[in-house]
């Protein structure tokens, strides 16, 4: 059975920064790629990074530049680090294996960026 277990969001102010954590379990997750989208209010859930088994990254252009994504095989875990937070970066962030489609999904974070 597969666990995806996100921590790390919260309130901050515009500008500031948070870490998101992804603890997964029942996959073998050395040789996982790992997601994180969000979903903002009213809107769609979208992809925001991904990072593959070997570790090269993929960001939405929204978030290039202020986000990173990175992962500790030995924890099994996912990081995303925020920088530089925007009020549009306000939303529930999910950590997924597998893809939107079909995949698995944590239970979420809520991260708020107040202006």
């Known amino acids: 059975q597969v666990q995806l277990v996100e921590s790390g969001g919260g309130l901050v102010q515009a500008g500031g920064s948070l870490r998101l954590s992804c603890a997964a379990s029942g996959i073998i997750f050395s040789i996982s790629g790992m997601n994180w989208y969000r979903q903002a209010p009213g809107k769609q859930r979208e992809l925001v990074a991904s990072?593959?088994?070997?570790?090269?990254?993929f960001y939405v252009p929204s978030v290039k530049g202020r986000f990173t994504i990175s992962r500790d095989n030995a924890k099994n875990t996912v990081y995303l680090q925020m920088n530089s937070l925007k009020s549009e970066d306000t939303a529930v962030y999910y950590c997924?294996?597998?893809?939107?489609?079909?995949?698995?999904w944590g239970q979420g974070t809520q991260v708020t960026v107040s202006s």
């Open positions: 990072i593959t088994s070997g570790g090269s990254t």
């Open positions: 997924n294996h597998g893809g939107a489609l079909g995949g698995n």
